[in-house]
C-alpha cells in the first residue's frame, strides 16, 4: 500500500496532477490524501503583518474551501472506479511546505505528486514557490506534472546524472519499481561540455547503477553540450522520453535543469512529468 500526497489548489493543472497519479499507480494499491493548504493572508502597509482570526477563517476560508474539497472528491468519484484506490481529503490554513512536512511523517507518505501552472510549466518555477520548495525542502519524492503533460505509459524514461556522486540502493528502489510496473526502459543521460573522461568516482557510480538495474533494459548516453538544459531538451526529443528521474541529493545538478532552463529553447517543463527522489 502506498500513501500519495496530492496537494491541491482546486485549480485545473492541480487536477490534471491528480488524473496522472490516478493513472500512473492504477494496478498499484494506494490511499491518496488530497490536501488543500490555503496560505495565511497578511495586510501588508509598512507595518507588522496582522493575521485574520482563527473565528473568521473557520467561517469563511475553511468552510468555503472544504465545499471545494467537497466538490472536489465527487469529480474524482466519476471517474472509473479503481478498487484498489481510496481517498482522504483534508483542508488546512497555513504554509503550505510546512503542513507538508508534518503529512509526509504523519501520514507516513511515499511520494507527493503536485501540478505545476503556467505556459512555462516548472521554468516559471523560482526557489520561492510552492513546487520548488517542496522539491527543495521537503525529504519525500515529488513527482511534479506540468499541465500540459498528458498521461502516457512511461515505455522510456530518462535519468539525467553526472555520475559525480554514489546513489543510495533504497532510493533506486524507487524506480526500480516503476520501471516493473511499467515494462519501462531507463535511459542515462550524461552531458559533456568538453568530452572529459570520467573519473575512478565516476567509473565506480555507473557500474553501480549498471549492477543493480539488471535484468532491466537499461542504455548509457553520452551528449556533449554546453547548456545541460539544452542538451536534455533534445535527448528526450530523439528518444521520445515519457518521464525524467532525478535524485535531489546533487541539488545544484537538479536547480540547473529543473530552475535555469532557457527560455527559447526548452519546452520540457511544459510536458514531461519529473521524478525527483530524495537520498
Known amino acids: 500500500m502506498k500513501n500519495i500526497l496530492i496537494p491541491t489548489d482546486f485549480s485545473e493543472n492541480a487536477w490534471n496532477a491528480i488524473t496522472y497519479g490516478l493513472e500512473l499507480f492504477n494496478k498499484t494499491s494506494c490511499t491518496f490524501y488530497i490536501v488543500n493548504v490555503h496560505p495565511i493572508a497578511a495586510y501588508s502597509g509598512g507595518e507588522t503583518a496582522m493575521y485574520v482570526s482563527s473565528q473568521i477563517l473557520e467561517d469563511s476560508i475553511l468552510k468555503e474551501n472544504k465545499e471545494k474539497m467537497n466538490h472536489l472528491l465527487k469529480r474524482v468519484e466519476h471517474l472509473p472506479i479503481n478498487t484498489r484506490h481510496t481517498f482522504k481529503t483534508e483542508v488546512f490554513y497555513g504554509f503550505l ?5 508534518k503529512e509526509v511523517v504523519d501520514k507516513n507518505i511515499d511520494l507527493i505528486i503536485m501540478g505545476t501552472k503556467g505556459a512555462t510549466g516548472l521554468k516559471a518555477i523560482a526557489m520561492g514557490s510552492n513546487t520548488g ?20 505509459k512511461p515505455k522510456e524514461i530518462g535519468f539525467p546524472t553526472d555520475f559525480q556522486l554514489g546513489y543510495n540502493w533504497k532510493v533506486m528502489q524507487n524506480i526500480k519499481e516503476l520501471i516493473i510496473t511499467h515494462n519501462s526502459a531507463l535511459r542515462f543521460l550524461y552531458v559533456s561540455t568538453n568530452e572529459e573522461r570520467f573519473s575512478e568516482q565516476q567509473q565506480k557510480n555507473r557500474q553501480f547503477l549498471e549492477d543493480y538495474f539488471t535484468g532491466i533494459e537499461i542504455s548509457f548516453h553520452t551528449l556533449t553540450g554546453k547548456k545541460l538544459d539544452e ?22 545538478f537538479v536547480e540547473r535543469i529543473l530552475f535555469r532552463p532557457t527560455v527559447e529553447k526548452v519546452s520540457y517543463h511544459t510536458t514531461i512529468p519529473f521524478l525527483v527522489l530524495h537520498d
Open 133 to 152: 520548495d517542496v522539491i527543495t525542502k521537503v525529504p519525500c519524492a515529488v513527482l511534479a506534472v506540468p499541465e500540459n503533460a498528458k498521461y502516457r
Open 97 to 101: 511546505t510546512d503542513y507538508i512536512k
Open 231 to 252: 542538451t536534455i531538451q533534445n535527448f528526450i526529443e530523439c528518444r521520445n522520453l515519457d518521464m525524467i528521474v532525478m535524485v535531489a541529493k546533487h541539488l545544484n
